[in-house]
C-alpha cells in the first residue's frame, strides 16, 4: 500500500508530532520514512517560542537526531536536507514530494489558526492539489492517540465514485491496522443547502422536503450496498446515514469513534486560504481531533 512516507520537519515540537503516528503506518504497512527539512531564507530562530532550524548544518544534525528517536526504532528510516535556501518553504517540499516520490506525506497541522498553520497548510494545499500523493494530517493534541492503536477509520462517502477515492485506501488501511471501518453519508437538511439548492428550498420549501427525505431513503440503501461489496472482499464496515451539515457530521461521528481516522477524498482548492476556507475537507481538518488522510481527486473532476 504504502511504500515511502515523507515526514516534513522544522525542528519544532509541533512538526516532531507527526513522528510516532508516521511510525506507525510506517510499522504497519512496511513503508520506509524519508525525514526532511528545506533551509529557509531569513529563517527566524524562533516561531512563537518553538525552535525553527536555521541552517544547513543545524538542519542535517536535527534530522540525524530525529532518526534515533525510539518511536523509530526498527524502521527504515533516511533523511534528506535541502541545502540551497529557498522563500517558499511549502513550494520547495511540494517538489520534494514529486522527487521523493512518497505514497504519503504525514504532517501536523493547528488547523485554522497559527503562524504554524501557514507553512504546514500551504504545504498540503500545493501536495493536494497535486492530484496524487495523500496527506495525512495529525494535530499534536492528538499525536500521542496515533501511536495508542486505530480502533475505528471513518470513511465519508456521497454515492459519486469519482469522490470516493479515499474508500479503497480506508479499507486496506482497515486490514493492515486490523480495525474496524464505518461508512458515513450525509444528506442535509434544508437549512444546510447551498447555492441553487438553496434557492429552490426557500421558494418550494414542501416539495424540497420531500426530495430530501427520498435522497435520505437512497442513501441508506447505498450505503448498504457499499457495506455489502466490502464483505465480498473480506472488509467488515459498519454504515450510517446522517442528515444535516457534511462537515459537521463527519467531525461528530470522529469525536465518538475512539481512536478514529478519517480517509476522505478532497479536490484540493486552488489557493490556500480557499482551501482552509472553503471545502467540507478543509473544515473537517480544522475542527477534527482525529488524524485525517486526504486522498487527492482527479485533477479536473467536480
Given amino acids: 500500500m504504502f511504500r515511502r512516507l515523507l515526514v516534513p520537519l522544522d525542528g519544532s515540537a509541533m512538526a516532531e508530532a507527526a513522528i510516532p503516528v508516521a511510525a506507525r503506518f510506517a510499522a504497519r504497512t512496511g513503508a520506509s520514512l524519508t525525514l526532511v527539512h528545506v533551509v529557509e531564507r531569513n529563517a527566524p530562530a524562533a516561531v512563537h517560542r518553538e525552535r525553527h532550524l536555521v541552517n544547513a548544518e543545524e538542519a542535517e544534525a536535527y534530522l540525524a537526531e530525529a532518526a534515533r528517536l525510539?518511536?523509530?526504532?526498527?524502521?527504515?528510516?533516511d533523511t534528506?536536507?535541502?541545502t540551497a535556501e529557498v522563500s517558499d518553504v511549502a513550494a520547495s517540499i511540494f517538489e520534494h514530494s514529486a522527487e521523493l516520490a512518497p505514497d504519503l506525506v504525514v504532517m501536523t497541522t493547528h488547523g485554522r489558526g497559527g503562524a504554524r498553520r501557514l507553512i504546514f497548510g500551504a504545504i498540503a494545499q500545493q501536495v493536494i492539489a497535486l492530484g496524487t500523493t495523500p496527506v495525512l494530517l495529525v494535530r499534536p493534541s492528538a499525536a500521542e492517540a496515533?501511536?495508542?492503536g486505530?480502533?475505528?477509520i471513518l470513511a465519508p462517502i456521497d454515492g459519486d465514485p469519482d469522490h470516493e477515492k479515499g474508500l479503497p485506501v480506508a479499507a486496506r488501511l482497515a486490514a493492515a491496522f486490523s480495525c474496524g471501518l464505518h461508512l458515513l453519508m450525509v444528506v442535509p437538511s434544508l437549512r444546510h443547502l447551498s447555492g441553487s439548492e438553496a434557492a429552490a428550498g426557500m421558494l418550494l420549501p414542501n416539495a424540497t422536503r420531500l426530495k430530501l427525505?427520498?435522497?435520505t431513503a437512497g442513501a441508506e440503501e447505498y450505503v448498504q450496498a457499499r457495506r455489502a461489496q466490502l464483505a465480498q472482499s473480506g472488509v467488515a464496515a459498519t454504515c450510517e446515514v446522517f442528515?444535516?451539515?457534511p462537515a459537521r457530521a463527519i467531525v461528530k461521528s470522529t469525536r465518538r469513534l475512539a481512536g478514529g481516522l478519517v480517509v476522505m477524498g478532497t479536490h484540493g482548492r486552488a489557493g490556500t486560504d480557499a482551501f482552509w476556507a472553503g471545502s467540507v475537507?478543509?473544515?473537517v481538518v480544522a475542527h477534527s481531533r482525529a488524524p485525517v488522510l486526504l486522498v487527492p481527486l482527479q485533477r479536473g473532476k467536480k
Fill in 213 to 215: 427525505e427520498m435522497e
Fill in 150 to 152: 486505530l480502533h475505528t
Fill in 281 to 283: 475537507a478543509a473544515r
Fill in 146 to 148: 496515533g501511536t495508542a
Fill in 80 to 82: 534528506h536536507v535541502h
Fill in 70 to 77: 525510539p518511536a523509530l526504532a526498527g524502521l527504515t528510516v
Fill in 243 to 245: 442528515r444535516g451539515d
